[in-house]
């Protein structure tokens, strides 16, 4: 496995164990704190949220300005952002070569993105003052984030979009980031590019699977996390694009229903586990008490060498770069039961 990096930790230390397996937010601060940062802005944008839907709009408010439709209702950014902060989706602007000034160190931590993050800030975390001055010093024109509670903050900084994590497929969310820094076309080649990718190898996993279930596990501090095709680790690629069957009760409440997760003691295990196990670890975590157990060893995915451990804090993303780097782990390790029973 890589060597997890530590500053994810600290970054997510203020979130709840289910609000952390989603995403890690940046903290959020008093008006006292963030009074300096606002009164440095003579323009700011007005406080006022809107709620409407997602969805995209061409109406142009002003020139070299575009109305769009975010999670906050519509909001005025640039034509052509050229200045641009994220706190979260970092990989979904890679893809499409466009480079944030500022991300969060979460996002930075992606092994998946190394080599394409050279240049880009790591967002000071240490307090919401320090982030916001940070931010304010980089003078964006765009601020995209996935924290609803610095949403006020932010806006008052720059045009901000917030997207609500979960609220869109993996495509339409990439779509979405696209289009607001105008390379929707580059988007619509990167997913096509990426499904034929997937769809060219799903005769040939779904030949080695045959009708044995593939399951998703994570090791927290004293729990075991499972889920299916609405939570990253790549669960789309294997449920829903390869058609591949998880456990029953997998199947049943987080691949056809929409349940995320769900939190399962060791003695449960059994149910939620599948002929194949896919198996992460949050950092620093002691996984002994799973994996020295009994139980967990008697499990015939285990006894057969049919778990493929994945770095956590990487699957826990789902942009296009992460997901691509997904399906080469995945057929790499499925091609290794060829011929297998």
């Given at each position: 496995m890589i060597k997890r990096n530590k500053k994810v930790l600290l970054a997510c230390a203020a979130l709840t164990l289910a609000g952390l397996l989603g995403a890690c937010s940046s903290s959020s601060g008093t008006a006292s704190e963030n009074s300096s940062v606002k009164e440095s802005r003579a323009d700011s944008i007005s406080e006022e949220t809107v709620q409407g839907k997602p969805e995209m709009t061409e109406t142009t408010a002003a020139e070299g300005m575009r109305t769009v439709e975010t999670d906050k209702g519509p909001v005025e950014i640039p034509v052509n952002p050229q200045v641009i902060v994220s706190d979260y989706y970092l990989g979904e602007f890679l893809a499409v070569d466009v480079k944030p000034v500022i991300a969060s160190p979460y996002s930075l931590s992606n092994p998946f993105l190394e080599g394409k993050t050279d240049g880009i800030e790591e967002l000071n975390t240490v307090s919401a003052e320090t982030s916001l001055e940070m931010i304010v010093a980089q003078e964006p024109d765009l601020i995209v984030t996935i924290t609803e509670a610095d949403y006020e903050k932010y806006a008052e900084i720059a045009p901000t979009v917030y997207i609500q994590d979960g609220k869109r497929s993996d495509e339409d969310l990439f779509r979405y980031i696209a289009d607001l820094v105008g390379k929707g076309d580059e988007a619509e080649v990167y997913i096509t590019d990426f499904n034929k990718r997937v769809m060219d190898v799903k005769?040939?996993?779904?030949?080695?699977?045959?009708?044995?279930?593939?399951?998703?596990?994570?090791?927290?501090?004293?729990?075991?996390?499972?889920?299916?095709?609405?939570?990253?680790?790549?669960?789309?690629?294997?449920?829903?694009?390869?058609?591949?069957?998880?456990?029953?009760?997998?199947?049943?409440?987080?691949?056809?229903?929409?349940?995320?997760?769900?939190?399962?003691?060791?003695?449960?295990?059994?149910?939620?586990?599948?002929?194949?196990?896919?198996?992460?670890?949050?950092?620093?975590?002691?996984?002994?008490?799973?994996?020295?157990?009994?139980?967990?060893?008697?499990?015939?995915?285990?006894?057969?060498?049919?778990?493929?451990?994945?770095?956590q804090v990487a699957f826990m993303h789902r942009d296009p770069i992460t997901l691509n780097a997904q399906l080469d782990i995945f057929v790499e390790f499925f091609r290794g039961f060829e011929g297998k029973e």
């Open positions: 005769k040939e996993i779904q030949g080695i699977v045959g009708e044995r279930t593939v399951s998703i596990v994570e090791v927290w501090p004293q729990q075991i996390y499972t889920m299916g095709s609405h939570f990253a680790r790549g669960g789309s690629i294997l449920y829903d694009m390869w058609e591949l069957k998880a456990p029953e009760k997998v199947q049943t409440e987080m691949v056809d229903a929409d349940t995320s997760y769900e939190v399962v003691s060791l003695e449960a295990l059994p149910e939620y586990t599948g002929d194949f196990i896919l198996y992460g670890i949050l950092a620093d975590t002691d996984s002994s008490f799973v994996e020295d157990s009994a139980l967990w060893n008697s499990l015939d995915a285990v006894k057969e060498g049919r778990v493929l451990p994945y770095e």
